[in-house]
């Protein structure tokens, strides 16, 4: 069976968003093409090896993600939901919009409100 071209994009985002979130680096590096970009108010980083990095203390502070909405595209993709964190930001409303080029993930926009996480900034390693 051939996978159309958006199939192929759920797929990789799917894939990515999912071994991410079990902190799975290496699951979610199978998603992302060796051209990378990502970008968020915090991090900006232009080596997806650079970016899996942060994922286990990300990941460490997670108590559970609630997907509101998965819109698909031929190249690109946008989830939006709502990560829940044991910090004092709490439960943080996130959009993550993805481009992808031949079924791998290129580039990664992060939106959210960063003004909770300000005041925890110094404390966070990244």
Known sequence: ??????????????????????????????????????????????????????????????TGVDLISELYGEAEATLVYDVHTATPAGTQRTAEHFRLEDGKIVSIMLVFDASPWQSMMAHIKP
């Open 1 to 62: 069976m051939t996978l159309t071209t958006q199939e192929q994009t759920h797929h990789a985002v799917r894939g990515y968003h999912e071994a991410r979130f079990r902190g799975d680096a290496s699951g979610a590096a199978a998603h992302l093409g060796e051209s990378f970009h990502f970008q968020s108010p915090f991090i900006s980083s232009d080596d997806r090896t650079g970016h899996l990095a942060t994922l286990p203390g990300f990941v460490s502070i997670v």
